[in-house]
């Protein structure tokens, strides 16, 4: 039975800011193009037929032209290999759309705005799909070109949402939108966050996720999946590529243990190319006063041992509050209004903020809240 073999990715992102990396967004911008190398060079090195990129190539039509003009000879150096290209809601089809440019490369064909097709008779596949023709397009309950009854496999490409109705802005697909579409298989964008391969009907589908994470809110390991797809049938795997992994670390301090050798511990578990990796930790524990983490300090030794760090402080005071409340002071006064506002509420998350709201108030007792902390 004929095969086709696919990468599919999406959301590429490039020519985005970084702004919160501050001095490291330009590279981190830069390093993109890296990884955009690495997929053509697995393309070539497993003898990929098609790669289907699933929106958001860009993260805008306005970015620097040579960021395009690299990005596009990468492509055009795929001497056996079609790019499939669907635009999304960062990278529309509009006017101003660096696909409507005369340096995309001849192997690189990008879907309409309206439901279309595109047949790759050496490959015995068609390749069906759409782009965002502006920031927003709608879903609809069927996709309103449908494979012939024939021996040809038949794959989508779209950017959207996965969704029970059609409320979203970023192009709704329902379970009777993937049900009905006859597809062999759905290349899906646009969320982040790379899901499982499902199946409904005869059509498997999956989001492939981003390449590389763009913050912290898309830590884990990032990649493509690769494999052959045939009617009824595939192998695809996910494969990482990223070059640096986004980490999100919650770390318990004791008073026993040094701060920077248990925070080592943590960010050392990650895996051996932490030194390469960005990592947003947060401390917690309750830490009586004279052992409490000057955060500021910690952050500056634990910056050279990774490429990006952000420190959160969220100790809390190990302090008998009872005993604090019966002090003839304004702090004591503080304390004793907490607690008995605490006591009062039957709302977990409203006691959890006032407490939290206590432990503010007492570090700023002794001057350890900075303005505009949150």
Not at 279 to 294: E, S
Request: aromatic share 8%; glycine share 8%; with cysteine.
């Amino acid at each position: 039975m004929a095969s086709v073999r696919i990468l599919h990715t999406a959301d590429w992102h490039i020519g985005a800011e970084n702004a919160y990396l501050g001095p490291l967004a330009a590279a981190r911008q830069a390093e993109m193009l890296t990884t955009v190398r690495r997929i053509t060079d697995l393309c070539t090195a497993q003898s990929v037929n098609l790669l289907l990129i699933a929106g958001d190539l860009f993260d805008n039509n306005h970015i620097d032209a040579s960021l395009i003009g690299e990005v596009f000879a990468l492509l055009g150096s795929l001497i056996d290999t079609k790019v499939v290209i669907a635009a999304g809601n960062h990278d529309p089809l509009s006017a101003d759309s660096p696909y409507q440019s005369a340096l995309l490369p001849k192997n690189c064909f990008v879907l309409g705005t309206k439901d279309s097709v595109i047949a790759f008779p050496e490959f015995h596949c068609r390749v069906y799909g759409k782009s965002f023709a502006g920031v927003y397009c709608a879903g609809k309950p069927s996709f309103s070109l449908k494979p012939p009854a024939d021996d040809m496999i038949n794959l989508m490409v779209l950017h959207g949402e996965t969704r029970s109705d059609y409320s979203s802005c970023y192009c709704s697909i329902t379970k009777e939108f993937i049900a009905s579409c006859g597809m062999d298989y759905l290349a899906l964008g646009h969320i982040h966050q790379r899901s499982d391969i499902h199946k409904i009907e005869n059509t498997f589908f999956s989001y492939s996720g981003c390449p590389e994470g763009q913050g912290y809110d898309e830590s884990g390991i990032k990649g493509v999946y690769m494999g052959e797809v045939e009617k009824g049938f595939h192998s695809l795997a996910f494969v990482p590529i990223a070059g640096r992994t986004h980490h999100c670390l919650s770390v318990p301090l004791t008073e026993e243990e040094d701060p920077y050798t248990t925070v080592m511990e943590a960010i050392k578990a990650t895996g051996e190319h932490y030194t390469d990796d960005l990592f947003r930790i947060t401390l917690t524990g309750a830490l009586p006063d004279g052992k409490r983490v000057h955060p500021d300090r910690l952050a500056a030794q634990l910056a050279s041992e990774v490429y990006h760090l952000r420190l959160r402080d969220e100790t809390t005071v190990k302090a008998d509050w009872q005993a604090l409340a019966n002090e003839p002071s304004l702090k004591g006064l503080f304390v004793k209004a907490c607690l008995e506002k605490a006591s009062a509420t039957h709302d977990e998350q409203e006691k959890k903020s006032i407490l939290y709201a206590l432990e503010l108030g007492l570090r700023s007792f002794e001057g350890k809240v900075k303005y505009g902390e949150d």
